[in-house]
């Protein structure tokens, strides 16, 4: 991204204890990578510390990983690329362990140069919608809920109160 962009800064933190040393009018996590904290105190601070970065009346907007009763463990996944030069297969099967998802993907990627095999695991935590409310309010925002959201996973905006 630095290359593709050098005249944007660009940082390199944990989502629960990371200091800009600046406010913004929006605060944003997506792609359920809120997910990647795996317990309810990480949650929590992490929301504090995304919270510490919103301007009084500003906006935090957290799309949440799937929640326990939303995954399904034991299901086959896969997606598929298939371009003349370039054929991508990554594929998993759902999986949980102490309430955390565990996808554990396996790639399989040809080119005309040979056909390489990779895997990698990511854990996502599965909050029930009710912790990431309960953690944005007592993160002093006033939150509303959109069960739908961008992907289907729903989407929390915590608003900042402008006497904040």
């Not at 990511?122 to 993160?139: G, I, K, Q, T, V």
Request: glycine content about 8%; some cysteine.
């Amino acid at each position: 991204a630095r290359q593709k962009h050098p005249d944007i800064p660009f940082h390199h933190g944990d989502m629960v204890d990371f200091d800009l040393r600046r406010r913004f009018d929006v605060v944003v996590c997506l792609f359920s990578a809120i997910g990647e904290v795996k317990t309810l105190p990480r949650l929590r601070q992490a929301i504090q510390t995304m919270t510490r970065h919103v301007h009084p009346g500003g906006v935090l907007i957290i799309e949440p990983w799937l929640t326990l009763d939303g995954y399904q463990v034991g299901r086959p996944h896969a997606l598929f690329v298939n371009q003349p030069d370039l054929k991508i297969a990554r594929m998993n099967i759902s999986a949980v362990e102490d309430g955390v998802s565990v996808l554990d993907f396996h790639y399989l990627v040809a080119t005309p140069e040979g056909i390489e095999h990779f895997s990698e695991r990511h854990e996502l935590a599965l909050f029930p919608f009710e912790e990431y409310e309960a953690a944005m309010r007592d993160s002093r925002l006033n939150v509303l809920v959109d069960r739908e959201g961008l992907m289907g996973r729903g989407l929390f905006i915590g608003i900042r109160p402008v006497q904040d």
